[in-house]
Nanobody
Framework: QVHAVESGGGLVQPGGSLRLSCAAS????????MGWYRQAPGKERELVAA???????KYADSVKGRFTISGDNAANMVYLQMNSLKPEDTAVYSC???????????????WGQGTLVTVSS
């Protein structure tokens, strides 16, 4: 069984920075990709940033130039550096890992439990 656990959320003032981390543990043969999603109150969950196992990245338009996703395939870790934070970035942030548990298994995914980021003065 595979688990993912986030850390690094909290309260930050507008213009500030936070770094989120997420670690996956368990039976992972290979990572396919990693991502960060967020859900603000009353809104649907949205993709914030994603990174493939090869290092290609994509970002939501609203965070381009402010957020940076990075990953460590060997350590099964994904990070999200968030700079120039705005009140509208307030949300629960969840990590997602796509993986295979063995060479011939189907593609699977695991979600973290979420960490709250609050941007407020």
């Amino acid at each position: 069984q595979v688990h993912a656990v986030e850390s690094g959320g909290g309260l930050v003032q507008p213009g500030g920075s936070l770094r989120l981390s997420c670690a996956a543990s368990g039976s992972i043969f290979r990572l396919n990709g990693m991502g960060w999603y967020r859900q603000a109150p009353g809104k649907e969950r949205e993709l914030v940033a994603a990174i493939t196992s090869g290092g290609s990245t994509k970002y939501a338009d609203s965070v381009k130039g402010r957020f940076t996703i990075s990953g460590d395939n060997a350590a099964n870790m994904v990070y999200l550096q968030m700079n120039s934070l705005k009140p509208e970035d307030t949300a629960v942030y969840s990590c997602n890992f796509g993986y295979r548990s063995s060479k011939y298994s189907m593609d699977l995914e695991v979600w973290g439990q979420g960490t709250l980021v609050t941007v407020s003065s």
